[in-house]
Nanobody, 116 residues
Framework: QVQLVESGGGLVQPGGSLRLSCAAS????????MRWYRQAPGQERELVAG????????MYADSMKGRFTISRDNTKNTVYLQMNNLKPEDTAVYYC?????????WGQGTQVTVSS
């Protein structure tokens, strides 16, 4: 069965960095676009970044451009989100998703808290 398992979240000070990972299994990883989303308390889930199946194309939400980098390693069935210069407003649960037109499978999420 399809499984997506996020890791790498935690508590970080403003201006710090984190690298999230999403390990995929149960499907042909290299055939799918992958995305990162996040959801802050009391807010709707929002798109953070996406990467095409072979990694040739990426996209970012405007507020993440220049600070976040999405990448993937199809030999390890893993997608990454490098987050730099983190701000308190980046505090959220971060989810990875497999995309087939729309997201069809989600991970359980990993908490990122940016606070001094």
């Amino acid at each position: 069965q399809v499984q997506l398992v996020e890791s790498g979240g935690g508590l970080v000070q403003p201006g710090g960095s984190l690298r999230l990972s999403c390990a995929a299994s149960g499907f042909t990883f290299s055939s799918y676009t992958m995305r990162w989303y996040r959801q802050a308390p009391g807010q709707e889930r929002e798109l953070v970044a996406g990467i095409s199946s072979l990694g040739g194309r990426t996209m970012y939400a405007d507020s993440m451009k220049g600070r976040f980098t999405i990448s993937r390693d199809n030999t390890k069935n893993t997608v990454y989100l490098q987050m730099n210069n983190l701000k308190p407003e980046d505090t959220a649960v971060y989810y990875c998703a497999r995309v087939s037109g729309n997201p069809d499978y989600w991970g359980q999420g990993t908490q990122v808290t940016v606070s001094s």
